[in-house]
């Protein structure tokens, strides 16, 4: 597929927002900050965040929510940037409000009753200005910490254990929004999940949490989603790099792109069909012609 780099350089771009005005915000995790990007070059520092920025979505106040993961340690093996451990400085993740005129950062949950989160990943909100956010857990030298699937008021008044235990990335809704999806990483699974409540999902069978959509064969890892317009959901797809697009009865269609470590996929444009894109691994946003349009997001600014 044909892409047009937007922008290069970045220290592991994720979490692309699609701004009314044309600009793409994202979050640089390596760098801890938000950032602007216009496109031919030109980005601007918005917010220094600190610890390891990872997901991000505009909620209704109009204000960024970005999951934070306290922060990951990086190498460099071939000219690609990949993460692998908690960092040296790690204090816990959270959620965090960002205020676009003013900059200045709110950190609204760390914890979820008296259990602290882990790495905060991905997050999207939902039609009554709730948002669901996933927890990828946390790796350290011999021993990993579980994550989970949650759902938090933006105001920073309640937040929900859904699940417990997996370590889901990411996170989106179907059309009507009465399904959650969550992609698991290490495994390559795609979930489906029945939205019962606000915070609240139905059980599956022998205990799992929803149904399993797809797996994907081979070494495959999973990151980040959008949900298109028809209900399928694109996962960016590490090791084999590149977006997968699931349909709900288990088809898969796997479009490449030249980095090993696709982390994140957005959709904007006037159709919806432009799609945004992390290379991670190399640093970059770039932008392609989709060939379906992708599902609106609840809250723009």
């Known amino acids: 597929m044909e892409f047009e780099i937007l922008a290069e350089g970045l220290a592991f771009p994720e979490g692309p927002i699609p701004m009314a005005d044309g600009s793409i915000l994202l979050v640089e995790i390596a760098a801890g900050r938000l950032t602007r990007v216009w496109g031919q ?4 520092t918005v917010a220094e965040i600190g610890g390891g920025p990872n997901g991000a979505a505009i909620g209704p106040d109009g ?33 965090e409000r960002i205020d676009l005129g003013t ?56 937040i929900i254990e859904a699940v417990y235990g997996p370590g889901y990335n990411g996170v989106g809704l179907s059309p009507d929004g009465r399904h959650v999806y969550a992609a698991e990483t290490l495994t390559g699974r ?13 059980p599956g069978a022998f205990g799992m949490h929803g149904r399993c959509v797809a797996s994907l064969p081979g070494f495959s890892m999973l990151d980040s989603l959008a949900v298109e317009a028809d209900g399928r959901v694109c996962v960016a797809t590490l090791v084999q790099g590149g977006i997968t697009a699931f349909s ?3 088809g898969v269609e796997h479009t490449p792109f030249p980095d090993p470590l696709v982390t994140n996929i957005c959709f904007g444009g006037p159709d919806l069909r432009d799609a945004f894109i992390t290379l991670s691994g190399t640093g970059k946003l770039i932008k392609a ?13």
């Open 248 to 250: 709900l009865d288990g």
């Open 190 to 202: 795609l979930w489906d999940m029945e939205i019962i409540s606000q915070g609240q999902i139905a």
């Open 41 to 44: 070059g030109r980005r601007e």
């Open 63 to 95: 204000a960024v929510y970005v999951c934070n993961n306290g922060g990951l340690s990086f190498i460099e093996m071939g000219g690609i940037l990949i993460p692998t451990i908690a960092a040296a400085d790690y204090q816990g993740g959270r959620i």
């Open 103 to 158: 900059g200045r950062i709110e950190r609204l949950y760390d914890h979820v009753g008296e259990n602290t989160l882990s790495g905060p990943n991905d997050l999207v909100f939902d039609s009554d200005g709730g948002f669901w956010f996933t927890d990828l857990g946390k790796v350290w030298p011999r021993q990993r910490d579980h994550g989970g699937l949650y759902w938090a008021r933006p105001d920073g008044s309640q």
């Open 289 to 301: 012609r989709w060939p379906r349009p992708g599902l609106g997001l609840n809250f723009i600014a």
